[in-house]
């Protein structure tokens, strides 16, 4: 008689983890001067998705390349997000903040493709959006625009959700005051 296997928390958390994808955003090299000359280190901008509205940005810093990386992995599946999605395309237009950034997100029909600069579109591919227009406002630097990128997708509410934040029930609902 063979063993029965069972799952335990950290074999659930590899197979989520397995699912994603992760995208490299920017690499810097950064130098510290200290009293013996100057330090090296990394910093790296690493954006996670599964394709299915889930993604998260994470920046990892460390004194090699691959620390860095991997601390940006971890950061950003542990930040991960849920963003609402409507046929491959985003559910209406939206203008996601963060510091001097702004980045407008519009719908696109069916076809069009990611119209995206380089942080943008890391984070709108890998939360499973298809075909869509977006604009870069103010800054451009990528770890603000991946951010305001993300701003602008936590903001995105599809109908059935707006319905229910403002009260109204659909036909054939009661309503449980």
């Given at each position: ?7 335990t ?6 197979e989520?983890a397995?699912?994603l994808e ?12 200290v009293k013996g ?5 990394f910093?790296?901008l690493?954006?996670?998705g599964?394709?299915?509205?889930g993604v998260g ?6 004194n090699?390349l691959?620390?860095?990386?991997n601390k940006?992995?971890?950061r950003a599946?542990?930040?991960m997000e849920?963003v609402?999605l409507?046929?491959n395309?985003i ?6 903040r963060y510091g001097?950034?702004?980045?407008m997100?519009k719908p ?8 995206a ?19 870069s ?5 990528a ?15 599809t ?7 403002r ?9 449980g005051s």
């Amino acid at each position: 008689m063979e063993p029965v296997k069972t799952s335990t928390d950290s074999e659930k958390m590899d197979e989520a983890a397995e699912a994603l994808e992760d995208r490299l955003v920017r690499v810097r090299r950064v130098f510290k001067v200290v009293k013996g000359g100057r330090t090296i280190g990394f910093n790296a901008l690493v954006v996670v998705g599964n394709r299915k509205g889930g993604v998260g940005i994470g920046l990892g810093k460390a004194n090699e390349l691959l620390g860095a990386i991997n601390k940006g992995r971890r950061r950003a599946q542990q930040g991960m997000e849920q963003v609402a999605l409507q046929n491959n395309t985003i559910p209406h237009q939206v203008v996601g903040r963060y510091g001097g950034a702004r980045v407008m997100l519009k719908p696109a029909a069916h076809g069009t493709g990611l119209i995206a600069g380089e942080a943008v579109r890391a984070v709108v591919e890998l939360a499973g959006v298809k075909d869509i227009l977006t604009k870069s406002l103010g800054s451009n630097n990528a770890l603000n625009t991946a951010k305001a990128t993300l701003d602008g997708l936590k903001q995105l509410r599809t109908a059935e959700q707006r319905r229910r934040l403002r009260g109204k029930l659909q036909k054939g609902e009661k309503g449980g005051s």
